[in-house]
C-alpha cells in the first residue's frame, strides 16, 4: 500500500478517560487549534487525525513544528 503511494497512519488507546498529562500511560495527541478541552471541535480533531496530525506517546507531549509543517504533514527537502 506504501508503494501505491498510501498513506497508513497508527493508532492506539489507553482507555484513560482523564484531561492532562499524566507519565507511563499511552496517549494520542491529535492537533487542534484550541488548548481548552472545552472549546476543542470534534469535528477539527477527526480532520486533523485523517490528515495523521497525530503522536503517540506515553509521556508528555511537546508540539512542534518544522516550518510550520506539523507531525503528519508531507515535508520535502529543497536539498540537491
Keep these: 500500500m506504501l ?3 498510501d498513506r497508513i497512519f497508527a ?3 489507553s482507555d484513560s478517560h482523564i484531561i492532562g498529562e499524566r507519565g507511563g500511560l499511552r496517549f494520542v ?3 487542534s487549534k484550541k488548548d481548552d478541552p ?3 471541535d470534534q469535528y477539527d ?3 486533523n487525525a ?3 496530525r497525530m503522536v503517540m ?3 508528555p507531549f511537546l508540539k512542534a513544528d518544522i ?3 506539523l507531525p503528519g504533514d508531507d515535508l520535502k527537502s529543497t536539498a540537491t
Excluded: C, H
Design 29 to 31: 495527541y491529535v492537533y
Design 50 to 52: 485523517k490528515k495523521g
Design 45 to 47: 480533531i477527526a480532520a
Design 57 to 59: 506517546s506515553t509521556g
Design 3 to 5: 508503494n501505491q503511494g
Design 38 to 40: 472545552a472549546q476543542i
Design 67 to 69: 516550518n510550520g509543517f
Design 11 to 13: 493508532t492506539m488507546t
